[in-house]
């Protein structure tokens, strides 16, 4: 009976090792490639649905679930956003941090998707505000303890309190006092005013509704919380999902 030489069956044993090895780094390559070009492409997608929606650039990341998985399944944990100059209405300048959870996307977020519930809070600083008011407003300046912003209008001649509140499950702004020199003014005259800041403080995106506001020394903060919303289909433009 013939027998193979121990030097055969270790040649033998070491390729095989050898052609395990190969596999295993091509299956770990094509892994990383599949998910780097999951992550690439369909973070994107996502992305630029929720910048549209923002109305400005944004930051996202999605979490630990690797995006090759969600590629297959379409279901992404969590999505978080981070702003430093989102716009709702006329607004300029606030900073937004946001996560939304249970989110399902069609056709790798082409196709849009579902929003599970969503949370956000919103600051708006007083130099955005005064920004955003521009014309008659010269400058804003807001008091924690009174809950109060105050607004030089007509060069500091005129001063406008006002105090930001929820109604109606949304944000109002109500003139407290609006004087000249020290005289009350009727508080239609600033209406304008008035109407413009409230929008902006309105009109948020995925039925996010206010649950808190405050007024801080710096300007105003808003707590915002969402149900089920709609996650909109792709603009058409099929280089970005693709």
């Not at 091509?26 to 369909?42: C, D, F, N």
């Not at 109060?148 to 309190?161: E, P, Y």
């Not at 808190?212 to 707590?223: A, L, N």
Request: aromatic share 4%; hydrophobic share 40%.
């Amino acid at each position: 009976m013939s027998t193979t030489p121990p030097a055969t069956k270790s040649a033998t044993r070491r390729n095989l090792l050898i052609a395990l090895a190969v596999v295993a780094v091509l299956l770990v390559t094509a892994v990383v490639g599949g998910e780097a070009y999951a992550r690439h492409t369909v973070s994107r997608c996502i992305s630029t649905q929720f910048e549209k929606e923002m109305g400005s650039k944004i930051d996202v990341s999605f979490g630990a679930k690797p995006m090759l998985i969600t590629w297959i399944d379409g279901k992404v944990p969590t999505v978080k956003v981070d702003s430093d100059d989102t716009k709702f209405g006329p607004a300029a300048g606030m900073v937004v941090h946001a996560e939304f959870h249970d989110v399902e996307v069609t056709d790798r977020g082409r196709g849009g998707g579902v929003i599970g519930s969503s949370s956000a809070d919103v600051t708006w600083n007083n130099d955005g505000i005064r920004q955003t008011l521009g014309g008659l407003v010269s400058g804003v300046r807001s008091s924690a303890s009174s809950g109060m912003l105050t607004l030089d209008v007509l060069g500091g001649l005129a001063q406008l309190q006002v105090k930001p509140v929820i109604k109606g499950g949304v944000v109002e702004v109500e003139t407290q006092s609006a004087q000249l020199l020290g005289v009350g003014l009727p508080t239609d005259l600033v209406q304008g005013i008035v109407e413009v800041f409230t929008k902006s403080l309105q009109g948020y995106p995925y039925n996010m509704r206010p649950s808190e506001v405050k007024v801080t020394d710096d300007g105003i903060s808003v707590r915002l919380t969402g149900d089920r919303a709609e996650l909109p289909p792709a603009d058409g433009n099929a280089n970005t999902c693709s």
